[in-house]
């Protein structure tokens, strides 16, 4: 299982990264992730760290799709690939129903059949072929003009079996956020599986972005693991499918059951590798190690403390 690390802070200025980029790359982390920001465009950041001299395999995840329409979404992955050179995933997703409607006047009545148009869309047009879609929610006629770079893997966020299905029939990698060892085990990884049997494909690939932190003297792990997140409908029926005890009046309680639920993980390098073992017996391909809640709390140099210890010490 491959190791991987995502920026721990919603970025106000790009030197910010710069310490987190230095530990992943130095560590051989397999790639960077960016997840969806509403402050410095993601894309952005990893020009500005291409010119530093970094060169990092970029993952973008989960990008909203309300946001850009899926020729600027391929554009961009295409041209983070060929500034960095070096490979490219980029994630995109539905994002919740509320964003949805605030962008297009009302939510995706099929978010299914979205996310199929988009990422039809995108992969035509990074496989260079012309692309003529009349869809529901996105389409297009055109293609990109021809340009060489690395390759680039066009990924679908995941929660749930329906949009895991989907993800085995269209997506080169299934991106999950929040969702335990033994949901992925017993849900996503079959529903993987289903889709890419029904469409005669290969099975993509799964990433995992897991919350954690190393247990240190005056940590609270319930106060680390809080997340936004846990408001939206969505990640708290997944959690609640995964078995997880989500109570949406009193987010304090919820945050210490994706600890005691190891949905937030906590330990020394040892016990947290101990711990993702339940991730490698699920298939997880990537795992993406999240140290949000530190960065948050302690700062993105704690964070980064956090994650030189944690890529030492993990078996990859």
């Not at 960065?295 to 403390?305: D, K, L, S, V, Y």
């Amino acid at each position: 299982m491959e190791l991987s690390v995502i920026t721990p802070v919603v970025p106000t200025r790009p030197e910010r990264l710069v310490r987190i980029a230095a530990v992943a790359e130095r560590t051989r982390s397999g790639r960077l992730w960016c997840g969806q920001s509403m402050t410095l465009e993601q894309h952005h950041l990893y020009a500005y760290l291409t010119g530093l001299g970094f060169r990092i395999e970029a993952g973008l995840g989960v990008s909203l799709m309300p946001f850009r329409h899926p020729l600027q979404g391929a554009l961009e992955a295409r041209s983070i690939a060929a500034t960095t050179g070096r490979p490219v995933i980029a994630g995109f997703g539905p994002g919740a129903t509320a964003l949805q409607a605030s962008m297009h006047g009302e939510p995706y009545a099929r978010p299914l059949r979205a996310a199929r148009e988009y990422l039809t869309v995108v992969r035509t047009l990074l496989d260079g072929r012309p692309c003529r879609q009349e869809g529901d929610y996105f389409s297009f006629t055109g293609e990109l003009m021809p340009m060489p770079t690395p390759r680039i893997d066009v990924g679908l966020g995941v929660l749930r079996p329906g949009m895991a299905r989907l993800a085995g029939e269209v997506a080169d990698v299934a991106i999950t956020w929040l969702a335990p060892a033994p949901y992925l085990h017993d849900v996503v990884r079959p529903a993987l599986e289903e889709g890419a049997q029904r469409a005669g494909r290969p099975v993509p690939k799964l990433v995992a972005v897991v919350p954690m932190a190393l247990d240190r003297p005056d940590r609270d792990p319930a106060v680390l693991a809080r997340t936004p997140h846990l408001r939206f409908p969505h990640y708290q029926d997944m959690l609640r499918r995964a078995g997880v005890d989500v109570n949406g009046e009193d987010p304090d309680a919820t945050a210490a059951a994706l600890v005691d639920g190891d949905v937030f993980l906590v330990g020394d390098p040892s016990a947290l590798d101990k711990k993702l073992d339940a991730h490698r017996a699920a298939g997880v391909d990537e795992l993406v190690v999240n140290l949000a809640g530190v960065a948050m709390h302690e700062g993105p140099t704690a964070a980064a403390a956090d994650l030189e210890e944690i890529l030492a010490g993990v078996d990859r």
